[in-house]
C-alpha cells in the first residue's frame, strides 16, 4: 500500500484569502495523485488529477484558476484555494494510485477548509 | 458515462449481527474494478473489499463478504459479526479498467451505517 499524508487536517482564513493544501505520499513515488472535494454528508467529487512534472487535468465544472494544483515531485501535490470564499468551505481529500493493476487508492485524512 | 447508486442513505445494525449494504451500478464497460471504501469519523478513507469484474468469484475479507451479480450490475456488501468500529460511512465505488490503463474512481453518496451495542 502507501501511507498518504495531508497538512494541515484543518485550517480556517478570512474571505478572499488563499490557502495551500499539501498532500504527501510518504513512502510511494506517485506520478499521479488525485484531489476529491467533500460536502457534508455527501459523496466524494474528483476535482482534478495532479500529474508530477506536468499540468494538473480538471473535471468539468472545477474552476483551474481558483483551485490550483502543483505537483513537483514525485512526493508532494498542493492544492491552493485562491481567493477563498465561503462556498469554498469543504473537505479536500487527496489520494494516490501506485500503479499496480488493484486499482486501489490511497487516501490522505483529509483537510476541512473553512472559510469565514 | 458511470453511475453508482447506493439506495440505503442511513442502517443500522446491532452488534454481532450481521447486515448487508446495497450498490448497483451502470456501465457499458466489460472489465472494472468494484470497491467498498469505509470512513470512520476520523475521516480516513480505507478500503474495505475489491472485485474484478472478471472473476466470478465473490471477495471475501475475513468479515466482509460482497455478492457481485455482473449481470444485474449489482453489488452488495455484507459485514458479518458486526462490531462497533464498523460504524462508518461506506461508499461503493467503481473504476474501470482497459488495456492496462484505469480510470478515475466514481463513488456512490454513501450508506451512514451505526452498530449499536
Known amino acids: 500500500g502507501a501511507v498518504v499524508s495531508q497538512h494541515p487536517s484543518r485550517v480556517i482564513c478570512k474571505s478572499g484569502t488563499s490557502v495551500k493544501i499539501e498532500c504527501r505520499s510518504l513512502?510511494?513515488?506517485?506520478?499521479?495523485m488525485f484531489w476529491y472535494r467533500q460536502f457534508p454528508k455527501q459523496s466524494l467529487m474528483l476535482m482534478a488529477t495532479?500529474?508530477?512534472?506536468?499540468?494538473?487535468?480538471?473535471e468539468q465544472g472545477v474552476e483551474k484558476d481558483k483551485f490550483l494544483i502543483n505537483h513537483a515531485s514525485l512526493t508532494l501535490s498542493t492544492l491552493t484555494v485562491t481567493s477563498a470564499h465561503p462556498e469554498d468551505s469543504s473537505f479536500y481529500i487527496c489520494?494516490?494510485?501506485?500503479?499496480?493493476?488493484?486499482?486501489?487508492?490511497?487516501f490522505g485524512e483529509g483537510s476541512r477548509l473553512t472559510v469565514l | 458515462a458511470q453511475t453508482v447508486t447506493q439506495s440505503q442513505p442511513e442502517m443500522s445494525v446491532q452488534e454481532a449481527e450481521t447486515v448487508t449494504l446495497s450498490c448497483t451500478y451502470d456501465?457499458?464497460?466489460?472489465?472494472?474494478?468494484l470497491f467498498w471504501y469505509k470512513q470512520p469519523p476520523s475521516r480516513q478513507m480505507i478500503l474495505v473489499i475489491r472485485?474484478?469484474?472478471?472473476?466470478?468469484q465473490n471477495a471475501t475479507e475475513n468479515r466482509f463478504s460482497v455478492n457481485f451479480q455482473k449481470a444485474a450490475k449489482s453489488f452488495s456488501l455484507k459485514i458479518s459479526d458486526s462490531q462497533l468500529g464498523d460504524t462508518a460511512m461506506y461508499f461503493c465505488a467503481f473504476m474501470f479498467s482497459y488495456g492496462g490503463s484505469q480510470g478515475n474512481l466514481i463513488f456512490g453518496k454513501g450508506t451512514k451505517l451505526s452498530v449499536k451495542p
Open positions: 513512502d510511494f513515488q506517485a506520478t499521479t
Open positions: 495532479s500529474n508530477e512534472g506536468s499540468k494538473a487535468t480538471y
Open positions: 456501465t457499458s464497460e466489460n472489465n472494472y474494478y
Open positions: 489520494s494516490v494510485r501506485t500503479g499496480t493493476n488493484t486499482g486501489e487508492l490511497f
Open positions: 472485485q474484478e469484474a472478471y472473476k466470478q
